[in-house]
């Protein structure tokens, strides 16, 4: 049974950095076309994608936020960690991580997600 | 970046119908089109990857077509359940892309 959890604040205030951190159960980090994804959902808002890790320890970032983002992994704890720095109000929304699946044609989809954390941005 | 627009913003439709929603992307995406629905409170939950596949579990009547720029789901006969916001992914370049979502109410 695959399953995945997001863990973090909250609440942080401008110009801090926020740590996620997604633990999961279910399949490993170092089997072949096996990858994490951060997306996330501001309220009322459509779904971003963020950062992917890979089996292989390749990043991917999204265009617009990738000089705020780093994402890690720790596949012997099954975790996988994002961090945003100089947070802003304009990124308060629920952050979710999935599993992505990748396949030899290139295809990926997110099959799995976490239940979401809300993370709110204030001073 | 793709850009991926969904049309309607939103839907209204009653148990039985035949509902159809369509996505087109800026620029063409193959095949490399998944469809998720998302209950307010809740993740998304993937229902057809590569245009068409079902994913497992997802039932019959959810239907996805399309290739190159221009997508539809169906859902062959609205049940209770599927009122939800449904958005469609390209996953033909990093960074994948979302659209904004249809609304079935």
Not at chain 1, 49 to 72: E, G
Not at chain 1, 81 to 88: A, E, P, Q, S, Y
Not at chain 2, 10 to 33: I, K
């Amino acid at each position: 049974q695959v399953t995945l959890r997001e863990s973090g604040p909250a609440l942080v205030k401008p110009t801090q950095t926020l740590t996620l951190t997604c633990t999961f159960s279910g399949f490993s980090l170092t089997t072949n076309e096996m990858c994490v994804s951060w997306i996330r959902q501001p309220p009322g808002k459509a779904l971003e994608w963020l950062a992917r890790i890979d089996w292989d320890d390749d990043k991917f970032y999204n265009t617009s936020l990738k000089t705020r983002l780093t994402i890690s992994k720790d596949a012997s704890k099954n975790q996988v960690v994002l961090r945003m720095t100089n947070m802003d109000p304009v990124d308060s929304a629920t952050y979710y991580c999935a599993r992505t699946r990748t396949t030899v044609t290139s295809l990926y989809y997110f099959d799995y997600w976490g239940q979401g954390v809300l993370v709110t941005v204030s001073s | 970046d793709i850009q991926m627009t969904q049309s309607p913003s939103s839907l209204s439709a009653s148990v039985g119908d035949r509902v159809t929603m369509t996505c087109r992307a800026s620029q063409t995406v193959s095949s490399y089109l998944n469809w998720y629905q998302q209950k307010p409170g809740k993740a998304p939950k993937l229902l057809i990857y590569a245009a068409s596949s079902l994913q497992t579990g997802v039932p019959s009547r959810f239907s996805g077509t399309g290739s190159g720029t221009d997508f539809t789901l169906t859902i062959g006969s609205l049940q209770p359940e599927d009122f939800a916001t449904y958005y469609c992914q390209q996953s033909y370049t990093i960074p994948p892309t979302f659209g904004q979502g249809t609304r079935l109410e």
